[in-house]
Every structure is written in structure tokens, then in C-alpha cells.
Nanobody, 126 residues
């Protein structure tokens, strides 16, 4: 019943922008942290960003980012729409990969809850 569906990927030129969406169902979004992960060609899947649960108070950072995306990515959530977004600006070829979202208890743990979604392909190329 738990479901996370990624969308919004595509082919963009270097310097372009994309807005990824993670639509969730089967659980209350505001009770969990949501992380975005990237699986780049020839590399292991890695976390690129995470947003904390709005119900967890001040014990966790509002959001975290991998060093490679700081200043270019912005993660946000809309609990009313059961959706988490990843705004990606100033895209570079290194951003290429399949992007996944996953549920977590908090952003401090690497453990995800449930299964990986289908992912959405992001390709940055001229």
C-alpha cells in the first residue's frame, strides 16, 4: 500500500533546471523524513538531499544536501498534496542519473523504510 512515485525528470542542457516530484500514498507524509537519492551511471546509489518530518520538531535539521549539490538544489514538501519536491538549478553533467525518493524515520539515518520507487531519469547533456 505504501507508494512513492517520482516524476519530473528529463533531458536538459548544462545550466538548465528541473523540478522533481515525489508523490506519496499509503502513509502520512508529515510523519516522516523523505530523502532524494541519485543512481549515476557506474556508481552506487547515493543520497543527495533529505527533508525532515514536520512533526519531529527541532531535533533534526530542516534539510540536508550532499556537497556536490549545495547551493543548486532545494528540497521542499507540501503535506497537503502529499508531495516532496526537489528543485534542481544550474544542472551539470555530474547530476545525470536516476533519481529516487524514499521514506525515512529521520535525515540522520541511512536506512530507508519500504521499497525503492520507479525513479525518474535526469540527463544533463548538450
Amino acid at each position: 500500500q505504501l507508494q512513492l512515485v517520482e516524476s519530473g525528470g528529463g533531458l536538459v542542457q548544462p545550466g538548465g533546471s528541473l523540478r522533481l516530484s515525489c508523490a506519496v500514498s499509503g502513509f502520512t507524509l508529515d510523519g516522516y523524513a523523505i530523502g532524494w537519492f541519485r543512481h549515476a551511471p557506474g556508481k552506487e546509489r547515493e543520497g543527495v538531499s533529505c527533508i525532515r518530518s514536520s512533526a519531529r520538531g527541532k531535533n533534526y535539521a530542516d534539510s540536508v544536501y550532499a556537497d556536490s549539490v549545495k547551493g543548486r538544489y532545494t528540497i521542499s514538501r507540501d503535506n497537503a498534496k502529499n508531495t516532496v519536491y526537489l528543485q534542481m538549478n544550474g544542472l551539470k553533467p555530474l547530476d545525470t542519473g536516476v533519481y529516487y525518493c524514499a521514506r525515512k524515520w529521520d535525515c540522520a539515518t541511512s536506512l530507508i523504510l519500504g521499497s525503492w520507487g520507479q525513479g525518474t531519469q535526469v540527463t544533463v547533456s548538450s
